[in-house]
């Protein structure tokens, strides 16, 4: 069974950066591929950005490409989220999960993190 543990929302005004980070603990982390997602209240759950490490590769959302980057450290067991340029309609809970196979919808993602909320002002 594998665990995550999201970290690093908080609130930031227009133009402004944070890092998520995820930390996973159980087995197999290293065989999974991650993917982020964000859901704000009242709309739907979306694809973010996810990681695949064999064939090695990663896929953003139009909607954030070019200021969102992915990337996962193997020996420290985490998945981070570096968020530059932020916007207001970024503003959601984001959630890290993981899966056998790297997909954009939410489904056939297996484990699923509680969420860590990013508010951006203005």
């Known amino acids: 069974q594998v665990q995550l543990v999201e970290s690093g929302g908080g609130l930031v005004q227009a133009g402004g950066s944070l890092r998520l980070s995820c930390a996973a603990s159980g087995r197999t982390f290293s065989s999974y591929g991650m993917g982020w997602f964000r859901q704000a209240p009242g709309k739907e759950r979306e694809f973010v950005a996810a990681i695949r490490w064999n064939p090695t590769g990663t896929y953003y959302a139009d909607s954030v490409k070019g200021r969102f980057t992915i990337s996962r450290d193997n020996a420290k067991n985490t998945v981070s989220l570096q968020m530059n340029s932020l916007k207001p309609e970024d503003t959601a809970a984001y959630y890290c999960?993981?899966?056998?196979?790297?997909?954009?919808?939410?489904?056939?993602?297996?484990?699923w993190g509680q969420g860590t909320q990013v508010t951006v002002s203005s």
């Open positions: 999960a993981g899966a056998p196979v790297i997909r954009t919808a939410p489904s056939g993602y297996d484990y």
